[in-house]
């Protein structure tokens, strides 16, 4: 049974201006003597902290939980190639990725970031905010190859793609680094140079690698359009099946894979 206490008497009526529940005004500590229920007991501002310090707990509850949950991202970085160039962008082999993935019941999306006439200098002064933007699981770097059109030196296309695979790498992103191969017409030392960097770069980051994009239809006319440089719309299933390959060992359950 509670104490009795004496309070004073009020001056006038007085009508609360917020509802009781949300005033956290301090009440006489004669009142904590009282039996009757918690916040009775409690001072009224030690209730409030104790609500407001639960729901702050709750909300970032929620946050984790809907971060642990998000679906995880691949981010494709590319040129061309990747951008489906000449093509309705359905048809281009990124798309049929997504579709792939979702036929073999992968939860990811794609994110294609791919910028037609993209050399490694322009993926690396983007990077940063993309990574930034989608926080991917697996990045997929598929650039060089305007390099080589253009014989910028295959030393600078090194030093880009390797500070565009280690910034990926900080940011937790697994990487699948996308080669390509120049036509012999630009002379034999430059081509096999070209060649043998992405195959360094993949050793020397620990990577996966797909040593060439357009492996099995590069002397395949039928399968590019007539620049005979971008592969056509009957291409990108092969182009796709190549990054497959590549790319299955990285999809780990882990990160999101939905089994029958």
Known sequence: MASSVDL?????????????????????RKMTRSLAPLFTVLPMSVACRTFFASALIWVASMCFAGAACATP???VVGDSLSSAYGLAEKHGWVALL?????????????????????TTSGGRARLGKLLAQH????????????????GLPVAEMRSNLSAMIGEAQRAQSRVLLVGMRMP????E???RAFETAYA????????????????????QLEYFQPDRIHPNE????????????????????AAGVKRR
């Not at 006038?12 to 301090?26: D, F, G, L, V």
């Not at 360094?200 to 002397?219: C, F, M, N, S, Y």
């Not at 990054?243 to 299955?248: E, I, K, N, P």
Request: net charge neutral; charged share 20%.
């Open 200 to 219: 360094d770069l993949a050793r020397q980051h620990r990577i996966a690698l797909l040593p060439e994009l357009t492996a099995g239809i590069g002397t």
């Open 234 to 253: 009957a291409a990108q299933g092969r182009l796709l099946d190549n990054v497959w390959g590549a790319l299955r060992p990285l999809l780990t359950p």
């Open 73 to 75: 991202v691949i981010l």
């Open 8 to 28: 004073p008497e009020p001056d006038a009526p007085t009508i609360a201006s917020a509802s009781p529940a949300m005033t956290c005004r301090p009440i006489s």
């Open 189 to 191: 030392a430059y081509t």
């Open 135 to 150: 926080r991917p699981a697996i990045v997929i770097l598929e650039l060089g190859g305007n390099d080589g059109l253009r």
């Open 184 to 187: 012999p017409n630009y002379g």
């Open 98 to 118: 997504r579709d792939r993935l979702r036929s073999e019941r992968f939860d990811y999306s794609v994110v294609n970031a791919s910028i037609s006439g993209d």
